[in-house]
Structure formats: C-alpha cells, structure tokens
C-alpha cells in the first residue's frame, strides 16, 4: 500500500489525469470514459436487481449500444450539445442508460431524487431549463403538476398505458441505430448540474466540469480503495451526489461494474444483496450504518468478515459505529468528508497507508490544500476551530467555480468557504465540528454537536441523537439533545436525566444536554442528513412564545 505523504509528494495532476482517461484533457467525453473505453471486453457493467426480485446484468459493450440507441433518440429530438436532460428514475438500467446516453452526445444529467414533489421537481426542470426528463410510471403523476414541463419520456411495466403526449423510452430506444458518434468536449465543460440541499432557501444550480472525472476516479482509488478483485455496492441514492458520484461515475470511470438495488435500504435487503453478490466494498451514510448497529444481532451475524473496507460519507461518523464495525463486523470503516460543490476532499484512505485517528475526518486527497479560517479569512494554527476552506490557488483537483443561481458567493480571495467548523491538528489529521451554524455557544463555550451526538449514541437505550443549541438568558444557549430509543425501552425523566449524566461524564462539566427531549423521528434532508436548523428555528419560536407570554 502506497504511504500518504509519498502519493501526495508524487501527484501531478497531468500525470493523474493521463493515467485515469485517456486522450487529451481538453478532448473528453464522459460516456467514453465510463464505457466505451471497456466495450471490447465481455466484462460486467451493471448489476441490477429489482425490490421484488428480478435481476439483470449489463456489459459496458450493452450499455454502449443501448446509450447509442437512446442518444440516437435524444438527437431527434434536438438535444445537443450543452443541453439538459433531467432524471426521475428510480434505481434501473434505465437510469445509467439516460445518463451515458445524454453524455455520449455533449448534453448535461441533472438528477431528480424520486423523493422528491412536484414543486422540489419544478424547481430544478426550470432553472435547468432542461429539454427532456425521463421517468417510469411510478413517479410519472408527479410531472402533471409541473408547470411548463418538457417532454416526458416514460418507462412502463408490463402492464402499464402509455400517457397521452409521452414518448415510450423502449420503444424509441428499439427504433434507433446502435451507432451514435461522440460529441468530445473541454476539461471544463459540464456533463453534470447538480443542486445543493442547502438547510435554508431554495436549492442552488451549480455545474460539475468533466475535469472533475479525475478527482471521482482518485477518490474510488486512494480513499475507498476499490480494486479490481472487489465487488462493489455504493448503498447511496443516485438522485444526489454521493451516489450518482461515487455509486455510477466513480466505479464505471476505473471499468469496474456498479451494482444498483430499486428497493429501500432494510436489514432484510442488505444481508440479501451482499449475499447475493459477495459484497466485499460497501460505501454509504451513517444513518444506514447505525440501523445496522440496532439490528438483531442474529441476522447481522452472517456479514461478519464479510467487508475487506467500508466507507462512510454524508455526515460525520460516530466513533461508536467504528467500534461496533470492529468488534462485531471486523471490518475497517473509514469517515470521508465532502460536498456536492467539491466532491470528496478530506479522507481517511482505504487505499494509502496513514495513522487514522477514530472520530476525525482524515487527510486532505490528494491535489488539495485545506485549510481553517478564521472570520477575518486568515488561516488558523493548527488545533483551533475555524471555518474548514479550500485554497484553491493550491488545489490543482478543485473544480467547482461557483453557483449559477445565487447572490452570495462561496469564495473569499482564493479561498472556497464550505460552511463547516473544523480543526486542522499538526499532524494535518482534520476533525470536523459541526456545520458553522451548528457550533452551539454556552457559557463562553464553543460546542460543537458531534461530540455530544457521538457520546450520546454509545449509551444503549440510543439509537439516534441530535443536538442543538437552545437560546437561554445565562449562558447564551444551553444544549438540547432530541433522542429516539430503541424498541421497548419507556422514555422517562429518569433516563433523560440519566442520559444527561452519561455525556457529562464523557465529556465535560459544560458540553452535556441540559435537556433531553424523546422523540420518534428526526427531519432530514430526502438524502439522509440531519436538518438541526428546524430543531432550532422550533426551539427558538418556543422560546419567543414564551416570552410573549410572559410579557
């Protein structure tokens, strides 16, 4: 295994970019590069498996003729260059056959979360102002109230009507040529337009160059260590970035084959799926690693062993999930720290040899320099907590240059701000705090909730925690926990007393819960992520309630 500091010395952008695709950078197309280059080969592309059981499996040569057909579709249409095709599919071959065939001919994906209504739908088709969305008749009626929506083309079950207006996606795709000539582009020239999920206000448009294939490929290679002897499952919808990312480009751009489950995730479907095809690479979000940890042990049994790395992206992981994998799993699980606008830029690597500490974030990747900020956009000495930024002038990988739709920049000087609080340590490990407008302020203070959510889940009654900052006349804020239990345990005052005593005890005389509050769910994001912002905005408006009342 290559050490850290040797692959960080040795990288080169150019040399990266030659050894990852081929042809010049300023002649690139995305579809190459995630097939065609391997089409000579009978070597599996796709694994797919239906919630009700049916299978099916792609070549990257299939994938090529069946994107040529759909492109062929596409052109007829007067999609060209540039142009948008937006996606509402669930997890199908239909979905990487969409995607290729929108990249063979120059146009640009843009991902439509299934979860997603009519008017999160509406919102993204029109800033897009995409030519064309595809669908299946299970999220087709959401497209009725899209206002001046495009034309629609539709994949039907068996025994399905095609809507009046609509295309056939089969039987176009049939009609057409399975040639289809490349339309090559620029290094900087977008094949993605993804939309940030943002905690407040709408979300935002920005663009993802096709430059950005070399950073996707280095994070497959160096931070979830994929090799070819691995079977790989990115459990991450590919409505957002994580997944369409690293769960289709990622593993498709180093011709390795993805595998895509049209199911929800359950503990039932997990064992199945990694059973089924001998899983040994399993990448995902915290939320679906802590289910497995609340699991019945005697079904989680038979993956131990099982998984040769695991990686974790979306928020931060708790080291109490890193000890559960560990003991009951021996399997390594890695904490991985990124953004739709950046893609993956501080990992604990599968794939380089470095000291992981549990509970951090790891190391920059490779072609870029973090650095930690404070308000005035100096950088930090090592160990302070500071707003977690990227110099770009220093980050030859960097390849997000801003938003389209927003009146707020991102950047300062040559500094790209994420948002976040971290702490960079001299040994240049990154632990990450806490969403900057997270940080929770008590008593002089500077609370980060991480800490507190971690400790919180390492008590057994505990299956999900957040914290935030609740506003109080004496110490500024004081820390609120909102708690789901696991089955069967009764929510009392003398747990949540006990609960309060159990983080004190583990982390300070001043970051503990001052209250506990029972709750059965928890707002997130339709990818997964914590919303602490409508946990406070409730907070806040009760406080001010209360104070109406009283004045």
Not at 187 to 203: I, R, V
Not at 317 to 332: H, Y
Not at 358 to 372: C, D, E, L, T
Request: charged letters at 20%.
């Amino acid at each position: 295994m290559l050490k850290y500091q040797e692959a960080v010395s040795a990288f080169d952008l150019h040399n990266a970019a030659n050894n990852l695709l081929s042809g010049s950078l300023d002649a690139l197309n995305a579809c190459y590069e995630c097939c065609d280059r391997y089409a000579d080969s009978a070597q599996v592309a796709l694994y797919w498996q239906s919630k009700d059981g049916r299978k099916a499996q792609y070549t990257f040569n299939e994938l090529k003729q069946r994107s040529s057909q759909f492109a062929n579709f596409l052109k007829a249409q007067g999609v060209g260059k540039g142009d948008r095709i937006s996606g509402l599919l669930p997890r199908t071959p239909e979905l990487i056959i969409t995607i290729l065939a929108a990249w063979r001919i120059g146009a640009v994906y843009q991902p439509l979360f299934t979860a997603f209504g009519p008017k999160a739908i509406e919102h993204r088709v029109v800033l897009a102002k995409s030519k064309l969305v595809v669908t299946d008749m299970g999220n087709r009626s959401k497209l009725n109230e899209v206002a001046d929506c495009p034309a629609i083309v539709t994949v039907l079950g068996a025994l399905d009507c095609l809507p009046q207006s609509d295309f056939n996606f089969w039987a176009e795709v049939e009609q057409q040529s399975v040639d289809c000539e490349l339309a090559m582009l620029k290094s900087d020239e977008p094949f993605l337009l993804m939309f940030t999920s943002g905690t407040t206000g709408p979300a935002k448009p920005l663009q993802v160059p096709l430059k950005a294939l070399v950073a996707f490929g280095h994070y497959m290679q160096d931070a979830v260590g994929l090799t070819p002897d691995d079977a790989f499952w990115n459990i991450a919808d590919p409505g957002w970035a994580y997944g369409l990312y690293y769960g289709i480009v990622g593993p498709l751009l180093l011709g390795h084959a993805t595998l895509l489950y049209d199911g929800g995730f359950s503990i039932e479907s997990l064992c199945q799926i990694v059973e089924e095809y001998q899983i040994t690479n399993l990448a995902g979000a915290p939320t679906a690693y802590r289910m497995m940890m609340a699991a019945d042990p005697e079904k989680i049994a038979p993956l131990r062993g099982q998984f040769r790395k695991v990686s974790s992206a979306g928020e931060p992981l708790n080291p109490e999930v890193i000890r559960w994998f560990k003991q009951v799993l021996d399997a390594p699980i890695f904490d991985h720290y990124g953004q739709t606008e950046v893609g993956m830029v501080v990992c604990n690597h599968h794939g380089l040899e470095h000291p992981v500490r549990a509970g951090a974030a790891g190391f920059p990747s490779q072609g870029y320099r973090i650095v930690v900020l404070n308000e005035q956009g100096q950088e930090l000495a090592a160990d302070i907590p500071g707003i977690l930024a990227v110099d770009i002038s220093q980050s030859p990988m960097m390849w997000f240059s801003g938003y389209q739709e927003s009146r707020k920049s991102p950047f300062i000087g040559h500094y790209y701000l994420t948002g976040d609080t971290a702490e960079i340590h001299a040994d240049g490990n990154m632990s990450f705090v806490g969403r900057s407008d997270d940080v929770i302020t008590t008593s002089g203070y500077r609370i980060g909730p991480f800490d507190v959510e971690s400790a919180l889940l390492e008590h057994a009654a505990v299956v999900e925690a957040v914290v935030v900052g609740v506003p109080d006349p004496e110490r500024t804020e004081i820390v609120k926990a909102f708690v789901i239990l696991v089955d069967k345990v009764e929510p009392t005052l003398i747990l949540a007393e006990e609960l309060s005593q159990f983080v004190k005890k583990r982390l300070s005389a001043h970051a503990y819960p001052r209250e506990v509050e029972f709750v059965s769910e928890l707002p997130k994001t339709p990818s997964g992520k914590i919303q602490r912002f409508l946990l406070r905005n409730q907070e806040i408006t009760k406080q001010q309630n209360i104070n109406t009342a009283a004045g």
